[in-house]
Every structure is written in C-alpha cells, then in structure tokens.
C-alpha cells in the first residue's frame, strides 16, 4: 500500500503548523502566568507589609506611651516627696510661724530650696503661701501665677492637691503640686508648700528621645486638651482627656494615649501614617522590578524549554516528509523509526515507566514494612498510655494522702475554746514539700507549725511526710514525759537529729514551731531557717523576729536551736506562710512580695480569721493572673481571744 506524495505533504505542513502553536501558546500563557503572580504578589505584600508596619508602629507607639507615662508617675511621686519633705522642713516652719524671725530664716530657706532648683532645671519656682497670699518665692516675685483664681484653688484642701497654672511671664504650662506645711505631725492652717514645674522642661528632660518614626513624637498632655509639641492640623479636635489609655487612630494617624494615674496629664503618642506607607511604597516598586526581571527570565527560559519540546517534533516532521519516497512498511522505514524510538523522547519515556514500575514495587513493601511498624508503635503507644493513667492515679492517691497528713485546707478548725485555725495548701505539682499542722494537747496547749522541703514532687513529698509524723511525734512525747507544753528549741533539735540520719539525698526543711497558751496568749516559738511570720493587731502588722533563725532542719546534726516568746493580745492573729506566696510571679516576672502581704492582711480587721485568708488568696490570684505557678502555696492563720471573749466566727 502506498501513500501519495500530496497526502504525505499536507500532513507535514499540518505537523509544522502544530509545532509552532504549541510554542506560540507556551509563550503567551506563561507570560500570562507570570504577570498574575507578579501582580498578585506584589499587592499581597504591599497590603501585608502596611498592616505589618501599622501593627509595629502601633505596638512601638503603645511601648513608648506607656513607658513615658511609667517615667511620668515615678517623676510626680518622686517630685512629691520632696515636697512632703518641704512641708515638715524645721527652717520652713520657723518662716511660716514667726514672723518677727521671718527675715533670718528666709535666706535659710532660700538656700535649702535653691539647692533642690540646681538640680532639677523643670523647678520654675517654689511658694510658701499663707492665708492664700505668698510670703515666699524661690523666684523673688511677688506674683507668680498669672489666674489668680489658680492661687486660690491650689490652697482650697477639697481640690486636687496636683493642679495646672500659667505663669504671669511664661507662656507655657505648668504644673503645680501642694502640700500643706505639718508641725510635729499637725497641720497648719492656711500655710501651704507648692512647687511650680515647667511642662515643656519635663518634656525635653524625659521624652525627648522618644519618637517611633521620621515625623513621629511623644508629648505631654494636659486634662484641658493641650500638648507641649503642637498637633498637627488633622488632630486638633481630639475627644477629652480621660482617666483610661485610648487609641485615637484616624485615616491620617496613629495615635496613642496613656494616663498618668493621680495627674491632670497623659502621654500622647503620634505618628504618620505616609512614614508607614513610605517604605511599602518603595517595596512595592522594589518587588515590581524584580517581577519584571521573573518574566523577562521566563520568557527566556520557555524559548528555551518549547524549542526544546518541540524538538522531537520536529524529527517527525522529517521522517513524514521521507516518507513520500518509501514504501510503508518498508524495511528501510522500520530500521529507522526503530532507531529514532530507541533513542528519542519516547524510547525515555518507556524507561521512565519501567523505573516507575520498579520504584511501585519498592514502595509497596517500603509501605507494608511501615505497617508493621505502625502496629508495633499502636502497642507501644497503648501501652504507655497505660503506664501514664496508672502513674496519674498513683500520684493522684499520693496527693490525697498527702493533704490528709495536714488539716483541711480552707477549714477552720477550733483547737481550743478561744483558739482557731485556718490553713490554705495548694501544691503546684500533684505532690509538694510544703507542710503545716494546728493541734492542741491533751492540756489545751496548741501547737501550731509550718515549713518548706527543698525541691518540688514526690521526694519532697516523702521528705515532708516524714517531717511532718516527726514534729507531731516529738511534741507529744515531750509533753507526756514532762506533764509541760514542749519546748519548741528542743523538738527541733531531736527532729533535726533524726532528719539528718541517712539523708543521702541531702534534702532539708525550713520549719516554724510555735507553742501557744490558750489561757495566757504566750505564744513560745523556734525557728529552723523558715520565714518570719507576721503579727496582725489592732496596731498594724509586724514581723515575729524576736528570735534569729537557725539553720533549716537536715542541713546538719547537733545544731543548737533557741526560744522565743511573744505576748500576744486580744483579736491578734498569727499569720504563718511560706515563699510560695511572696515569690508568687506575674506574667512580667514581678514577684508578689512582703508588701503586698502585709496590705492585704492590714485590709482584714476583725476577728475573723476566713475573711483575713480570703483577702491574701484573692489579690494573690488578681496578680499572677495566667502565669504558672512554680511554688507550693501554703498559708496558716491562728486566732486568740482571751478566755470569755470568743467570737463567733462560724
């Protein structure tokens, strides 16, 4: 059978034809293509980046507002002392109530003041005001603020004792501060203290380097809408000064204020939104060139790669039109459409397909080894989550038994008749080395006691079950042998013995022992190394610190302990707690501290003993808010009231 020369002819040119649309198209949709991603791209990052460059700046304006306003306060609280310090000042108040010696004393005054001025260039001036009218001034003038109504309100007690002024040559605003003059602790009357500092000098002094961008800044503020550095046009009419932080952003700016607590000022935060957009824009150019570089590089490359496609069409094309001269199926023809399969794209292709065969066969025993080993990891997972749950009830049991070696937590407990006590223990694992226990003997003598195992988890855990068995076992065996409350020295001593015997783990325990007489309120303690407790009267709180504390208990044998002994008054409470609640930490790293302590206990008055533990356990959760709790958290509150005056705390 044989072909015509035409046929053969016209199917060449319709393969030619259909080589050079492929490359046609090619090109054209990967030209297409990579304009789409350069385009979409550089809007995505052009969008992206502006929100990125908004969120910083508005985070950097948030920082720096903040700590402007932090520098703020600590500068008021710090300017306030001294003014409080002026007020009680011995040569001030001889100014002030002898005004036959005013004159020998002025220069004395003048002095003292002076030397405060030297040092702090935002002082303007310093005024001793009697009955409303100055009898003196660090500047020497004798009208010193412009609004005499200002003079007015500054000595009005019922006003703010921090106010703002301007001063009769000064353009700019100024804050003042009064304290009324105190003589050995008493107030007199119509005589006051007040300082006068310039705003735009407290401004270059604390907020000069503050600034989050080319045309940003941070200013002070005034309750009355008035910043040092001038606003620009497109925030003039920003909404009142309030006693909350704000975000006050617009289409223009980004705006940021912080209040300062206690002060008619805030810090106000401002910056451009075009030195956000600026870099973006330069990006957005910069990522333009590039992609016309990624299609100029495309281009190229699909010149190159078509040409390279359509190679092996084009061998076609020449065997097609050889054709025209052979016989189909000719010898001639096969040899050579054998060769050009064996050796051409196709000929790979078939190599391909059969190292895609072999690598299916791998894989399907590469697959079925790894379902073995999924099986094998099936059984090994299960059974370690055996382990796990039966690991988790062990060491839950562990917390039980251990929480039932000490008084109910959050339980009061009357011991005696006109004694009660209320413990708090939260571990910050399922077991803790924290300890304390409240028990009366058989006499009506109360022993009370707490402590802290070094480490944390199940070792301190033992560690302090043994302590604790060893502390009740010691006090009651003295008291049945002597027929008297035990002495505290002399328990710790023989606890401390027996600790230290095979103590290879070198663990120890603070430990504070008290014995108290319910009869008398003779509280008799030791201490081993543990923190002081505290006091709480009807005076305020104070540390039990009679005795220096010994070295903890296990550290080392043969250590001698000594007593102390503190009297104790009707409604006093002991509060015994250990470092868990005074390194309590916030998620800033800050610790609770003593401080805290002592004003959550001064906020308890009265007898009751659950109202006292409420008001440490609530303000310590307010301030470590979601941060983890590191430390065990153990507290002990005991209450005594004479015999005859018990209150009724049920």
Not at 34 to 49: D, E
Not at 137 to 166: E, F, K, M, N, Y
Request: aromatic share 6%.
């Amino acid at each position: 059978m044989r072909l015509s020369n035409d046929t053969m002819k016209e199917q060449s040119r319709g393969i030619i034809a259909f080589n050079k649309s492929i490359r046609v198209r090619l090109i054209v949709w990967t030209v297409l293509l990579l304009a789409l991603v350069v385009i979409g791209l550089t809007s995505l990052l052009s969008r992206n980046a502006t929100r990125l460059f908004v969120a910083q700046t508005t985070t950097q304006l948030t920082q720096l507002t903040s700590q402007g306003a932090r520098a703020l306060r600590d500068f008021m609280a710090a300017r306030e002392r001294t003014v409080d310090l002026w007020a009680t000042d011995t040569v001030l108040l001889s100014v002030a109530q002898d005004p036959g010696l005013r004159a020998v004393f002025m220069p004395g005054l003048s002095r003292y003041v002076s030397s405060f001025a030297e040092q702090e260039p935002w002082i303007t001036d310093v005024l001793l005001i009697e009955d409303r009218l100055p009898i003196f001034s660090l500047s020497g003038r004798s009208q010193v603020i412009a609004d005499p109504i200002s003079l007015v309100s500054l000595t009005d007690p019922s006003l703010a004792s921090t106010q703002l002024v301007r001063l009769v040559d000064s353009p700019q605003w100024h804050i003042a501060i009064r304290r009324q003059a105190r003589d050995r602790g008493q107030p007199l009357p119509g005589v006051y203290v007040i300082l006068l500092m310039d705003l735009t000098v407290i401004q270059e002094s604390l907020l000069a380097n503050a600034s989050p961008s080319s045309s940003g800044f941070v200013t002070i503020e005034t309750n009355r809408n008035v910043t040092v550095i001038p606003l620009p046009e497109g925030l003039r009419d920003l909404p009142p000064v309030n006693s909350t932080n704000q975000s006050l952003s617009n289409a223009d700016y980004l705006v940021e204020r912080q209040a300062v607590p206690d002060s008619p000022i805030s810090v106000l935060g401002v910056a451009a939104r075009r030195d956000i957009e600026a870099p973006v824009r330069t990006l957005a150019l910069f990522s333009a060139l590039i992609g016309l570089g990624a299609i100029v590089a495309g281009l190229v490359g699909t010149l190159i790669f078509t040409a390279r496609v359509t190679a092996p069409i084009q061998k076609l094309t020449s065997d097609a039109r050889a054709m025209a001269n052979l016989k189909f199926g000719g010898e001639n023809l096969r040899t050579r459409l054998k060769q050009r399969t064996g050796h051409d794209e196709i000929g790979e292709l078939a190599a391909v397909f059969e190292l895609l065969d072999q690598t299916t066969e791998e894989l399907t025993e590469t697959n079925q080894l790894l379902e073995a080993r999924n099986t094998d990891l099936d059984d090994t997972r299960r059974t370690l989550r055996k382990n796990l749950d039966r690991l988790n009830d062990e060491m839950n049991a562990a917390r039980t038994l251990q929480l039932s070696m000490v008084p109910p937590s959050r339980k009061m407990v009357r011991l005696t008749d006109n004694v009660t006590s209320l413990g708090l223990m939260e571990p910050a694992r399922e077991v803790g080395g924290d300890f304390y226990d409240s028990f009366a003997l058989d006499d009506g003598t109360v022993v009370l006691l707490i402590g802290d195992v070094s480490d944390k988890g199940t070792a301190s855990a033992l560690f302090m079950s043994r302590t604790v068995s060893l502390l009740r076992f010691a006090a009651q065996q003295m008291h049945d042998l002597t027929k008297a409350p035990p002495d505290p020295a002399r328990v710790l001593e023989e606890v401390n013995t027996e600790l230290c015997k095979n103590n290879g783990t070198r663990m120890f325990a603070t430990v504070f022992l008290g014995i108290l007489d319910p009869k008398s309120g003779l509280l008799t303690y030791g201490n081993a190394g543990h923190m002081s407790p505290l006091l709480a009267s009807r005076t305020g709180v104070t540390a039990i610190t009679k005795s220096r504390p010994g070295l903890p208990l296990g550290v080392h044998a043969n250590i001698k302990y000594s007593d102390a002994s503190i009297q104790l008054s009707p409604s006093d409470k002991v509060v015994l707690y250990t470092d868990g609640i005074t390194e309590a930490e916030n998620s800033t790293g800050a610790f609770f501290g003593l401080d805290r302590l002592c004003h959550a206990i001064k906020a308890s008055a009265g007898p009751d003993i659950g109202a006292l533990v409420g008001n440490i356990r609530t303000p310590l959760a307010a301030f470590v808010g979601e941060a983890k709790q590191f430390d065990d958290i153990t507290l002990l509150v005991i209450g005594w009231e004479p015999m005859g005056e018990v209150t009724d705390q049920s």
